[in-house]
């Protein structure tokens, strides 16, 4: 088999570089301490070689202008055209008057460029890059490349929050309420997930059990929207905002929502950052990992709390928007590798890009209308994502 390109199923944990998980980690570990003369990968180093890999400097700044340019693109796009140059000077100008203490009238396009279009397209960017950094700290934890944030029912957990505030009509009465919804919703969702698999393992947490008792959270949490959305299809404006918010999006977005979501994000960002070199380690299987001095506990819980908080955060300001956790790291890893020093900023820069460039396909495709963002991730995720399917499924039975 090849390197990071072997599939596994959840039921069946496999490592990036073609070899099954121990056998052993199926069982509690033994404490072990670092063994002799055994370390960490060295900050800067570790994951597997990456012989015909693209060069990683080249990448992360080809991602990062991409990125400006596609946000540049998405404040300029819109059923009012702003040209690039009036977008320059539109950002400025606030400034400058600001700066000058200087008051004077805004004008329209201004008032487009730092109401409507910038907080929409920041969001964007921060959403996407959460949902794919928490997808490959997830693929690198769990040991599988078809893990998603979805896989521990923390996004059902907030959507399932943020829609009972819709339903109960709080949604309504202040902004921060459904995000504070959808927090709580994955809040409790990871923390039930974790006390079950803990209670399962005797006191330990193993990937495997996670696996499973988060698909089940995850059905049951997913059973408990669709029953919320059933009956509030009662009243039309009720269902209409439900379903509305199912599908993700970002239109109507404001500052106030890239204030609540971006904290969040940046602390669960910080936590999976810290956590490469474990992550590294963890691709050679528990056991190895905790041979050579890592804490696997520690780590998992750190991840999976990480995790939820940015899911979470993503959840609660755009609605679920699929894929992005799952195709980005996917095919990031087949071109930097796995060594998650690089892959997670990749990650992150990768998944801000698609989701705003998904966004800015929403409002092109159907001018005036807009279609949810959701909706043109899902489009373009799933086929492209059964292609890598299929792709790597023929490189492995040939190899």
């Not at 490592?15 to 099954?20: H, I, K, T, V, Y």
């Not at 700066?99 to 201004?110: I, R």
């Not at 299809?233 to 204030?259: A, F």
């Amino acid at each position: 088999m090849r390197g990071d390109r072997t599939l596994a199923t959840p039921s069946h944990a496999a490592s990036f570089d073609g070899r099954s998980a121990d056998p052993a980690e199926a069982a509690p570990a033994t404490p072990a301490g670092r063994a002799p003369g055994v370390a960490l990968p060295a900050r800067g180093a570790g994951g597997p070689p990456r012989r015909g890999r693209a060069p990683v400097t080249l990448v992360l700044a080809g991602l990062s202008a991409a990125s400006l340019v596609a946000l540049v693109a998405a404040v300029a796009f819109g059923p009012a055209r702003i040209a690039p140059a009036e977008v320059a000077r539109a950002l400025w100008r606030p400034l400058a008057r600001a700066a000058s203490a200087a008051p004077g009238p805004a004008s329209w396009q201004e008032t487009i460029v730092w109401s409507i279009r910038l907080p929409r397209a920041l969001l964007g960017f921060v959403v996407g890059g959460a949902l794919a950094l928490s997808g490959a700290a997830l693929q690198g934890l769990f040991r599988n490349p078809l893990a998603e944030p979805s896989i521990l029912g923390v996004s059902g957990g907030a959507s399932l929050g943020a829609v009972l505030m819709i339903f109960v009509g709080l949604a309504a009465r202040a902004v921060w309420l459904l995000p504070a919804g959808a927090f709580a919703g994955a809040a409790l969702t990871a923390f039930v997930v974790l006390g079950i698999a803990a209670q399962r393992g005797r006191g330990r947490v193993f990937t495997t059990t996670m696996l499973l008792v988060g698909v089940a959270v995850g059905a049951l949490n997913v059973a408990f929207t669709t029953f919320i959305l059933s009956v509030s299809l009662s009243s039309y404006d009720v269902g209409r905002q439900v379903i509305h918010w199912i599908l993700g999006g970002l239109d109507g977005r404001t500052w106030d929502h890239l204030w609540l979501a971006t904290p969040a994000i940046l602390i669960g960002g910080a936590a999976i950052l810290v956590c490469a070199r474990e992550l590294d380690a963890l691709l050679l299987g528990e056991v190895t990992a905790q041979s050579i001095g890592v804490d696997v506990g520690r780590v998992r819980l750190v991840l999976v709390l990480a995790t939820s908080l940015m899911i979470g955060a993503a959840v609660a300001a755009a609605g679920p928007i699929g894929f992005v956790g799952l195709l980005v790291p996917h095919i990031l890893r087949l071109g930097l590798g796995s060594a998650h020093r690089t892959l997670l900023p990749a990650s992150f820069l990768g998944g801000g890009l698609f989701v705003v460039v998904a966004d800015l396909a929403a409002r092109a495709l159907l001018s005036p209308m807009e279609i949810p963002v959701g909706v043109v991730t899902a489009a373009v995720g799933a086929p492209l994502f059964l292609a890598l399917l299929v792709r790597s499924g023929q490189e492995i039975s040939d190899g």
